[in-house]
């Protein structure tokens, strides 16, 4: 009877754990699936590297808009030909979820 307990205690600490580690999308480096989100990025409507939709609250990552020397995670410059990774913006299902900040870009 203990044994069950004791079983049974641990798959619901189990369970109640794995969501949260589950959630984070972007490791503690600033990569999402192997792709370093700082650089220069492409918009395009199709077969993206990354879906992206924009949000007010609760991002995975805060982005700022640079025109040069997008070096930091977060810092991205937003280019035509010769990008770091490709994105497209979508309203729902999306890799990662972004909100446009003025300073301190990064990891929340």
């Given at each position: 009877m203990k044994t069950k307990i004791c079983l049974l205690i641990a798959l619901l600490l189990t369970l109640t754990v794995s969501p949260a580690s589950a959630a984070t999308k972007i490791n503690?480096?600033?990569?999402?699936?192997?792709?370093?989100?700082?650089?220069?990025?492409?918009?395009?409507?199709?077969?993206?590297?990354?879906?992206?939709?924009?949000?007010?609250?609760?991002?995975?990552?805060?982005?700022?808009?640079?025109?040069?020397?997008?070096?930091?995670i977060g810092q991205w410059q937003f280019v035509e030909a010769f990008p770091d990774f490709t994105i497209q913006f979508v309203n729902a299902f999306p890799d990662i979820k972004i909100q446009y900040v003025n300073a301190f870009p990064g990891l929340p």
């Open positions: 503690s480096d600033g990569y999402y699936k192997g792709i370093r989100l700082a650089g220069k990025v492409k918009v395009v409507e199709a077969f993206p590297d990354i879906k992206v939709q924009i949000v007010n609250s609760f991002p995975d990552l805060k982005v700022q808009v640079v025109e040069a020397f997008p070096d930091n």
